[in-house]
């Protein structure tokens, strides 16, 4: 069934009842047509490029979290983050997981700096590595950049996209 934003959606997932049974943020700090992003060490995703962001601990708002994770993870903090949209996946194995995705503006008390999570790198926006990313990453990404809201759910097994509906606000 065609969305919003033209894509279709195979119904794996009873979303209407789906409650996500982790919380976690993702961070994509923007400079004019350059993206920051981290090569991913650890984890969930490791050996994939992404944003920088991670798991919400016990009592953290989303964009507390999400600042903790970029200093962790980066030694730098991130100024004028603005919520983007909710990624929801529902993996195979159980995993449901709910992202809350950030747009930031900048950052302050330093430089990029690798850690034993996250090696970074400046991307332009049109060299973006797509192919070595989450596969849903080329659906609500560009928009993203560009400055568009959305919403936005997944169904995986372990990498593979089952199905996909992002919708654009």
């Not at 016990?58 to 980066?74: C, K, M, N």
């Not at 159980?94 to 302050?108: C, K």
């Not at 070595?132 to 609500?140: K, L, P, T």
Request: no cysteine; charged share 30%.
């Amino acid at each position: 069934m065609p969305s919003a934003s033209g894509t279709t959606e195979t119904k794996l997932t009873k979303w209407d009842e789906w409650q996500p049974n982790m919380l976690a943020n993702l961070v994509f700090i923007v400079r004019e047509s350059r993206v920051l992003l981290i090569h991913k060490k650890t984890g969930l995703g490791k050996g994939k490029i992404n944003g920088p962001g991670g798991k919400l601990e016990e009592g953290e708002t989303a964009i507390e979290a999400a600042v903790r994770e970029v200093q962790e993870e980066l030694l730098i903090t991130p100024t004028g983050l603005e919520e983007m949209g909710i990624l929801r996946f529902a993996f195979v194995d159980g995993l449901h997981l709910q992202v809350t995705v950030f747009r930031a503006g900048g950052y302050e008390n330093g430089e990029p700096t690798e850690t034993r999570e996250a090696k970074p790198e400046w991307f332009e926006f049109e060299k973006i590595p797509y192919e070595r990313m989450w596969a849903d990453d080329v659906h609500w990404l560009p928009q993203m950049l560009a400055g568009r809201k959305f919403d936005a759910r997944f169904d995986f097994d372990e990498e593979e996209m089952l199905s996909r509906q992002v919708d654009f606000l």
